[in-house]
């Protein structure tokens, strides 16, 4: 069974920085594209950030570029979203995604507020 486990998230002041993770098994990770993806308050869902089977091919959402890291480990089985100069419209619940099959795990909630 896929299962992908996401965690780390919080409450941060503006301009702060959190460290998501998200830990897979059931499939093979290495081989496996994978996102974030949010959720902001009353809104669906939104692509933030990507990256290749290798780890050597990142891309971001506009918005995010130069503030948010994405990263993995494939010997751990584990994604990251690193989040940097946070600001209010980074609030959401925040999903991991294998790609070829859309599968998400319970989410991550981020909340960014003074």
Not at 2 to 24: D, I
Not at 27 to 47: D, E, I, K, L, N
Not at 93 to 110: E, H, K, L, N, P
Request: hydrophobic fraction near 35%; aromatic fraction near 10%.
């Amino acid at each position: 069974n896929v299962r992908l486990v996401e965690s780390g998230g919080g409450l941060v002041q503006p301009g702060g920085s959190l460290e998501l993770s998200c830990t897979a098994s059931g499939f093979t990770f290495s081989s496996s594209a994978m996102s974030w993806v949010r959720r902001a308050p009353g809104q669906g869902f939104g692509w933030v950030a990507g990256i290749n089977g290798a780890g050597d091919s990142p891309y971001y959402l506009d918005s995010v570029k130069g503030r948010f890291t994405i990263s993995r480990d494939n010997a751990k089985n584990t994604l990251y979203l690193h989040m940097i100069s946070l600001k209010a419209e980074d609030t959401g619940v925040y999903f991991c995604r294998r790609d070829s099959t859309a599968a998400r795990g319970q989410g991550t909630q981020v909340v960014v507020s003074s």
